[in-house]
């Protein structure tokens, strides 16, 4: 059943001009519904990662992730949020499989290049996180 999620490039790899290699391994297995390139505020990135709040690794998190551009993608495709976890690999690049975005283009575990939505629940939220209805065809 055809499923969708949320993908950021983060701002490592789009400081890095890593974007246009990641968004084409991406293009080659699920369909792009909808991008944007935006910086987030401070409180949009902790609202986002309101999950993580608390964490040891929250508050460089939402720093990190307000430091620049992201890109923004909503993927659909059969069971994309499982597939787009494979593609990723490890959230930690040193432990990511060979060929991941994590193992091509992640820097470490703070800043690993890339974000996916980890279940129908999430993905539902953090789709409409960055694209109203009306924006989704
Ligand atoms: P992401 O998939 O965006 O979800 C939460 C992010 O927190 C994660 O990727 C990492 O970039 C970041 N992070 C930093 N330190 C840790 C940690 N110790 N454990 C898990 N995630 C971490």
Do not use: W
């Amino acid at each position: 059943m055809k499923q969708r999620t949320l993908s950021i490039i983060k701002p490592d790899a789009v400081a890095a001009g890593k974007a246009g290699k990641i968004i084409a391994d991406i293009e080659n297995e699920f369909h792009i519904v909808a991008m944007r390139k935006l910086q987030l505020t401070r409180a949009q990135a902790a609202a986002f990662y309101a999950v993580h709040a608390g964490k040891p690794f929250y508050d460089g998190l939402v720093e990190f992730m307000c430091s620049g551009p992201i890109i923004v993608m909503c993927l659909e495709a059969d069971d994309v949020i499982a597939r787009y976890r494979k593609l990723m690999g490890a959230t930690n690049p040193e432990k990511a499989e060979e060929g991941t975005l994590r193992k091509k283009y992640a820097e470490s575990m703070s800043r690993n290049a890339v974000h996916g939505s980890d279940a129908p629940e999430t993905a539902a939220v953090e789709v409409a996180f960055f694209f109203p209805g009306c924006d989704l065809l």
